[in-house]
């Protein structure tokens, strides 16, 4: 059955930069677009980043806009999130996420293939 793994997450200070890698394996899903959400303790799971496939247009939340870049190699069936100038409140559990065609890139819903999420820490 295919998943997708997230890994690279980690405890951090302000304004350090961390690269999320989320992988697919063990098999093959619809993946029209895929996405980056994150939830923090308490809080509901929010939108970070998403892109359209194959056209690659990305789209970013207005929190993480201009520090946070997603991208993706093909070949490694492989997304990345690169991450600068974390902040504190970019703490959270992140998850990456497969979705099929014709679906909102930022509602978390219309996703269907999720991963067990990477855990980010970015301390004062």
């Known amino acids: 059955q295919a998943a997708l793994i997230e890994f690279g997450g980690g405890l951090v200070q302000a304004g350090d930069s961390l690269r999320l890698t989320c992988v697919a394996s063990?098999?093959?899903?619809?993946?029209?677009?895929m996405g980056w959400f994150r939830q923090a303790p308490g809080k509901e799971r929010e939108f970070v980043a998403g892109?359209?496939?194959?056209?690659?247009?990305?789209f970013y939340s207005v929190f993480v806009k201009g520090r946070f870049t997603f991208s993706r190699d093909d070949a490694k069936n492989a997304t990345f999130l690169q991450m600068n100038n974390l902040k504190p409140e970019d703490t959270g559990v992140y998850y990456c996420?497969?979705?099929?065609?014709?679906?909102?890139?930022?509602?978390?819903?219309?996703?269907?293939?999720w991963g067990q999420g990477t855990q980010v820490t970015v301390s004062a």
């Open positions: 892109m359209y496939w194959p056209s690659g247009r990305t």
């Open positions: 996420a497969a979705g099929g065609p014709g679906r909102e890139y930022d509602v978390a819903e219309d996703y269907d293939n």
């Open positions: 063990g098999g093959t899903f619809s993946r029209s677009m």
